[in-house]
């Protein structure tokens, strides 16, 4: 190890960032904690994070500095502003991740690669870009979290892995091929039946002649509605006119169009229309809301639709002021 440090140090204090880093990531590789003290290791990894900042590999960089800082306690106060230096100048261009995980001895996947520490939390550092994090454990449920990670945010993610439901067979019991078997006859095999093509024209057409039906007799009753107050209008304007004067049936035939009698003319004639309106809509809208009611009672089962008895509900409505037939009906 103190052979790759003495070539790392040459090849820093040279320029040789290239042969600097192969060197200190050498030593960092062969620094086992049985065989180096933490602060060896903490120098180690912050002087190999340098390196990588020079060459640009700024997440490993960012990766590597953060390490060393964790055991800043250990390191002279001169390499801990060296790396703090160099970790500003690394984390702007990487996105940080901070992942907690539940159980805390879950295997923690990044990209498809293991993490290779455990913990509860996770600090890591990622290139800008869509990753796919995920975590698993015996007896869990994996857990899967894909996100867009960007160069300088920082990034929260929670995995709580839930327990996987309980089987009845004993967890790794044998078992054997004809048992296997027997059971496969046994069960039912359900297929998934594509949907009819016949399966929503009823129910549109349903939809549809409800809608048509709500439409005409509304406008039906407006009409009617402004028929009756058309009549009273004229009825008004014509005892108007014969009050005081002898007056018989014709006597507004002759009249002009300006007249009084021209105006009570057009009054009749509006009344008139609406009133013809409005009856054939109230007709037309009888005839639309028969035809859907007698939808509901139309067995559309040999087109693969459930049975008409099943979807429809017919029942007496009868209130203080009317009476009727309530049909429910699902479609």
């Known amino acids: 190890m103190k052979d790759h440090v003495r070539r790392g140090r040459r090849a820093r204090n040279a320029g040789q960032w290239t042969e600097a880093y192969a060197a200190y990531k050498a030593a960092f590789e062969a620094a086992a904690p049985a065989s180096s003290t933490e602060r060896e ?193 004229a009825s008004e304007q014509r005892d108007g006119l014969t009050r005081g004067r002898t007056s018989s049936s014709s006597m507004c035939w002759q009249a002009s169009q300006r007249s009084s009698c021209g105006a009570l003319r057009r009054l009749l004639d509006e009344r008139n229309l609406s009133d013809g309106l409005g009856t054939a809509l109230l007709l037309t809208g009888g005839v639309l809301g028969a035809a859907t009611a007698a939808s509901f009672l139309t067995d559309f089962s040999f087109l693969g639709l459930s049975p008409a008895q099943e979807r429809i509900h017919v029942s007496p409505v009868a209130t203080g002021r009317e009476t009727g037939v309530r049909i429910e009906g699902r479609w």
């Open 41 to 233: 290791r903490a120098e180690l990894a912050g002087e190999l994070g340098l390196c990588e900042l020079a060459l640009r590999k700024y997440r490993d960089a960012a990766e590597h500095l953060a390490f060393s800082l964790e055991q800043r306690t250990a390191l002279p106060l001169a390499l801990q502003l060296r790396f703090e230096k160099g970790e500003r100048e690394a984390t702007p261009h990487v996105a940080r991740l901070i992942l907690s995980v539940d159980p805390p001895d879950a295997e923690v996947l990044l990209d498809g690669k293991q993490v290779g520490r455990v913990a509860r939390t996770y600090l890591l550092f990622l290139e800008p870009g869509q990753h796919m994090v995920r975590a698993r454990a015996p007896g869990r449920e994996d857990g899967f979290h894909e996100f867009g990670a960007v160069a300088g945010a920082e990034h929260n993610i929670r995995m709580p892995l839930p327990r996987r439901a309980v089987s009845l067979a004993p967890e790794g019991a044998p078992t054997s091929p004809k048992a296997t078997q027997e059971t496969r006859r046994s069960s039912p095999v359900v297929r998934a039946q594509a949907p009819s093509p016949w399966a929503s024209w009823p129910g549109t057409l349903r939809i549809a002649g409800i809608t048509a039906t709500t439409a005409t007799l509304s406008t039906g009753a407006v009409l009617m509605i402004r028929a009756s107050t058309l009549d009273g209008d």
